[in-house]
């Protein structure tokens, strides 16, 4: 076996043991979209068509909730941008790391560019080179996953009457905690999760949902962008220069 072969096939198992956590959460939360979009009355065709081309759980609640109560089609719209608004940071975010993939990779990668691909990515990024192979064998994992579970959702979730009965309700709460915890070690990331979870609570009593999340992660976004870079800037080269020395 080649050295590719081996790297190769390296990449592919880590990028399996870091998704298989993940997995285990989609499974529950697709079933609850799936359950919940049976109940309002979607097929089985529009529930894995509705997941397969929007692919964020989150907003396909978020819209079946508004369906669900005759929202008009603006207000809909309006609320699945306001919730994929964050998508666009996460676009800005890992381009940094996929400069070298080809054209066309690239736009694939950011269609599987949900919450857990931008953590994991970042975090791959982080240590070593975020290649195609991790990459796509992580995002394809959570898509296939994410399609599965909706069908078993949509199959056999009419069998559960009241989901926060068994807690599958807080299922999506406890996963963006889990996320965004991921980075709790950076230097910023007090400053920046307090300004977004004070922005967020603060809109969201006044203004309402789902606003909070987007004046939230602006307001992250905001501190994020004041704060000073400098001594992240005069680390790296400290720790270069101890590199050189080292080498000479």
């Known amino acids: 076996m080649s050295v590719d072969s081996k790297r190769s096939g390296a990449e592919m198992a880590t990028a399996f043991k870091d998704v298989f956590p993940v997995l285990l959460a989609i499974v529950p939360f697709g079933m609850v979209y799936g359950t919940v979009a049976a109940g309002d009355g979607l097929d089985m065709l529009q529930i894995v068509g509705f997941s397969a081309s929007v692919f964020a759980g989150a907003s396909q609640l978020a819209a079946l909730q508004l369906i669900g109560i005759g929202a008009p089609v603006w207000s809909v719209l309006l609320t699945v941008l306001a919730l994929n608004f ?9 381009g940094r790391h996929i400069r070298h993939f080809p054209n066309a ?11 857990p691909t931008f953590g994991a990515a970042e975090a791959r990024a982080a240590r070593v080179e975020l290649t195609k ?9 959570l898509y296939v996953c994410w399609l599965a579970s909706s069908i078993l959702g949509g199959v056999f ?14 299922v999506l709460p ?6 965004v915890m991921t980075f709790r070690t950076r230097r910023t990331f007090w400053p920046v999760a307090s300004a977004s979870a004070i922005a967020s609570i603060a809109i969201y009593w006044t203004v309402g949902p789902p606003w909070h999340v987007t004046f939230g992660a602006l307001a992250g976004v905001g501190v994020a962008a004041v704060m000073p ?5 005069g680390t790296a080269v400290e720790a270069e220069a101890k590199a050189l020395e080292t080498r000479l």
């Open 86 to 94: 964050r998508h666009i940071l996460y676009s800005a975010s890992v």
């Open 105 to 115: 990779a690239k736009g694939l990668a950011f269609f599987f560019l949900v919450d």
């Open 133 to 141: 192979r991790y990459y796509f064998v992580y995002g394809v994992s």
């Open 157 to 170: 979730g009419s069998f559960i009457e009241d989901p926060a009965v068994y807690g599958i309700d807080f």
């Open 174 to 179: 406890v996963y963006f905690l889990a996320l």
């Open 229 to 233: 870079v400098r001594n992240l800037a």
